[in-house]
């Protein structure tokens, strides 16, 4: 567990390095630890070393973990969520980063009413253009952005995107433009704050700061390679 510290350390000190380059301060940006596979013992030791904010690909693992983790965070949503686990989704975590659909949002926002609470939403758009990545439409984004700002119960922070698969650091920047200027055109336009903007995880989270990200998602960097668990 000592090395889950160490490598906490390092991400910051590259957080920091890249927030410089990019003429940012490193406060501006939060690192959201991905913990997909890993153990309760694992993501308290990453909440002993520093850990605020966990991020998790499915509801079922996020809702047995979060029971046995010793320490407080804030919990991510940040896989593909299905409308049918919409309602769990609302009781464990505290920010839904994948919001693509008005049909799951509304789910979203009637468990909230039923819960008397309000939940963080971001949408996640397919800035890539691949038609396996998740994410809503660029040309369908304007309408989904006026439905789920108009919706009870769900506070809409930010976006969300996965840049593309490629080895080509210009592919993936364009990904992560993309995702910054269309925030940028709808908070003049649609008087939303769209303030957060989740992208980067481990392999490229540099170039994502470098591009503006607010929020970053990372596990590998932290805890080392996945094992096949999952």
């Known amino acids: 567990m000592d090395a889950i510290a160490r490598n906490w350390k390092a991400l910051n000190e590259r957080v920091a390095d890249a927030a410089e380059r990019a003429g940012r301060s490193a406060s501006e940006i939060t690192i959201v630890a991905v913990t997909k596979t890993r153990t309760a013992d694992e993501v308290s030791a990453a909440l002993a070393a520093g ?70 939403v971001l949408l996640q758009v397919n800035t890539s253009g691949a038609a396996q990545q998740a994410g809503v439409e660029m040309a369908a984004f304007p309408a989904l952005l006026e439905h789920v700002a108009g919706l009870d119960h769900l506070r809409l922070r930010g976006l969300m995107t996965i840049a593309a698969h490629s080895d080509d650091v210009e592919v993936i920047r364009s990904c992560f433009a993309r995702l910054g200027d269309l925030a940028q055109k709808h908070r003049q336009t649609d008087s939303v704050r769209l303030d957060v903007l989740s992208m980067g995880m481990s392999g490229d989270f540099e170039i994502a700061i470098e591009m503006g990200a607010t929020m970053i998602r990372v596990g590998t960097v932290l805890f080392g390679e996945r094992s096949s668990r999952g």
């Open 51 to 120: 850990v605020t904010d966990v991020g998790e690909n499915r509801v079922q693992e996020a809702a047995s973990k979060r029971e046995q983790v010793t320490g407080v965070a804030r919990w991510h949503m940040v896989g593909q969520l299905q409308r049918n686990k919409a309602g769990q989704a609302v009781d464990i975590f505290d920010v839904v980063h994948s919001v693509d659909g008005s049909r799951l949002a509304d789910a979203l926002a009637r468990r909230a009413a039923e819960a008397e609470r309000e939940i963080e």
